[in-house]
């Protein structure tokens, strides 16, 4: 399955890890490669494992790291009814 993901997407969850359940919508702040080093906001310093994207929720303090493959994009049919830009009319 490949995605072609941005910075600012919204994608569900499809495992758990990092404190996220699987099923949790999160967004994309950065993708990192694999020894890629990067600097985390306490300023500790973290270098991944596996390719993959750096994921916040907004109701909730912390970040997640998951695989692209991990991750279902939440846009078009997959988007939230608040998120869909289109109306349907009656």
Known sequence: ???QFKPG???????????FAAM???KL???LR????????DGCL???????????RDDADG????????LMPLRGD???EQQKTREVVA
């Open 1 to 3: 399955m490949s995605h």
């Open 9 to 19: 997407d919204l994608a569900l969850t499809l495992i758990s890890g990092f404190g």
């Open 24 to 26: 949790t919508t999160v």
């Open 29 to 31: 702040d950065v993708f």
């Open 34 to 41: 694999k020894g890629q080093t990067a600097q985390e906001p």
């Open 46 to 56: 973290w270098t991944p494992k596996f390719d993959g994207w750096a994921v916040y």
């Open 63 to 70: 970040a997640g790291f998951f695989k692209p493959e991990h």
């Open 78 to 80: 997959f988007a939230p």
